[in-house]
Antibody, heavy 114, light 107 residues
Framework: EVQLVESGGGLVKPGGSLRLSCAASGFTFSSYSMNWVRQAPGKGLEWVSSISSSSSYIYYADSVKGRFTISRDNAKNSLYLQMNSLRAEDTAVYYC???????WGQGTLVTVSS | DIQMTQSPSSLSASVGDRVTITCQASQDISNYLNWYQQKPGKAPKLLIYDASNLETGVPSRFSGSGSGTDFTFTISSLQPEDIATYYCQQYDNPSITFGQGTRLEIK
């Protein structure tokens, strides 16, 4: 089955760190660029970061630049998001999405609160 | 960065109505535009890609049109299961951007 499954979300204090993972299956992961997109409670969709298929090109939203790091391991069919210096406004469901958006995971909730 | 202006922000319509949502890009994005449907607690579902192509398995009452900066999403005959929030998304630029969303309700 073609799918993406996120994990690693949870409750973290402001200033803390968290690492999200996205496990891909059912397709050739190494052929696709990947993205992280988030959605704050009751709000719209916000693109967070993108990484090309070979990790040659990486982009971040201004809101997370310098704090978040996207990476991937094509041998493990996995995408990651290292989130440091977390703020209350980073609270959201984080989705991984393939390429231009044809495949999304179910999301993982990150809550930043003291 | 490319800004996407989506309207209306909310819409109330009756079953069987024709529903139209528009999205305007702040610069030419050719046809690099998707339309998504999102129901509460669920991930977005791709309905239309490349501005006008229907994703496999999506009912034909959904359609999209436009290119450049102006795009339109249409539901030809609204069904009860279409109640959701709809988003446009551009992918011309390395930084993807979404419209603000349109919440669709049944009148």
């Amino acid at each position: 089955e073609v799918q993406l499954v996120e994990s690693g979300g949870g409750l973290v204090k402001p200033g803390g760190s968290l690492r999200l993972s996205c496990a891909a299956s059912g397709f050739t992961f190494s052929s696709y660029s990947m993205n992280w997109v988030r959605q704050a409670p009751g709000k719209g969709l916000e693109w967070v970061s993108s990484i090309s298929s070979s990790s040659s090109y990486i982009y971040y939203a201004d809101s997370v630049k310098g704090r978040f790091t996207i990476s991937r391991d094509n041998a493990k069919n996995s995408l990651y998001l290292q989130m440091n210096s977390l703020r209350a406004e980073d609270t959201a469901v984080y989705y991984c999405a393939r390429d231009t958006g044809g495949l999304w995971g179910q999301g993982t909730l990150v809550t930043v609160s003291s | 960065d490319i800004q996407m202006t989506q309207s209306p922000s909310s819409l109330s319509a009756s079953v069987g109505d024709r529903v139209t949502i528009t999205c305007q890009a702040s610069q030419d994005i050719s046809n690099y535009l998707n339309w998504y449907q999102q129901k509460p607690g669920k991930a977005p579902k791709l309905l239309i890609y490349d501005a006008s192509n229907l994703e496999t398995g999506v009912p034909s009452r959904f359609s999209g049109s436009g290119s450049g900066t102006d795009f339109t999403f249409t539901i030809s005959s609204l069904q009860p299961e279409d109640i959701a929030t709809y988003y446009c998304q551009q992918y011309d630029n390395p930084s993807i951007t979404f419209g603000q969303g349109t919440r669709l309700e049944i009148k």
